[in-house]
């Protein structure tokens, strides 16, 4: 009776995995995205960002947005906003766009993206993010509770869901601006980066993190000194490449990038991401 209990348990066990092995679609690239206002999405979406977003393109709500008609743990067409209900234009929305233009048809992109403008890298450490709370304006509070107080809890429990759907292809990160000078940013970004590979079960050299820059010190960046430590972050991350923000244009408070300025800094991602799955593309202008 126990060896019929353990071979029919071992059958159970192995049609569910079946089951959930058959429905995660190995060409549905999902792509998680973090930091801070740059990457929430400071500039105000005009019309040419709400049109012309295929169906290939999506994202996974991690808030819930009714006025959107949107559910946390979701699914949707990929329309800006991407962070939460009332954010902007953000590096993610043409880095997908420029995805889906250059991979066969058959592939869909997906983004995850959870950001806190004016937050530390501190937020998204795990065991570090309680205190570091306690020293947060309350605007940002308003802007964390929304992540039911912990942006990188809620950043994991969706990207788990998603990867029922999918694969983890990559990480996008553009935080930097308020550790400006923190010559401990790069050891602080791997502790964020090992937490996930190890809570997702990813592998570091099949999962790059992307990193942009801050704004450049071309258009006047008042956190440009910055970028001279991003430079280095491929020295702690073996598998991180660094997105240059050079040319990309800026609003008038020289810390965030205009609506132009993110969607040129997006299709840089996504050349540095395509050349990382051995797509040629043709140069982004």
Sequence with gaps: MKKRFSATTFLLGFLLWSLNASAQDKNFYIFLCLGQSNMEGNAKIEP????NVTSRFQVMEAVNCPDLGRTMGQWYPAVPPLCRCRTGLTPADYFGRELVTNLPEKVRVGVINVAVGGCKIELFDKDQYESYVTTVPGWMKNF??????NPYAR????AKLAQKDGVIKGILLHQGESNTNDTLWTAKVKVVYDNLMHDLNLKPKKVPLLAGETVHADQGGICASMNKIIATLPKTIKNAHVISSAG???AADNLHFDAAGYRELGKRYAAQMLAL?????TAVE
Excluded at 144 to 149: A, H, Q, W
Excluded at 155 to 158: G, I, Q, S
């Design 277 to 281: 799955l051995g797509v040629r593309t």
């Design 144 to 149: 964390i509770k929304e992540y039911d107080g």
């Design 155 to 158: 950043l994991v429990e969706m």
């Design 248 to 250: 990309c244009t800026d």
């Design 48 to 51: 040419q960002d709400t049109v």
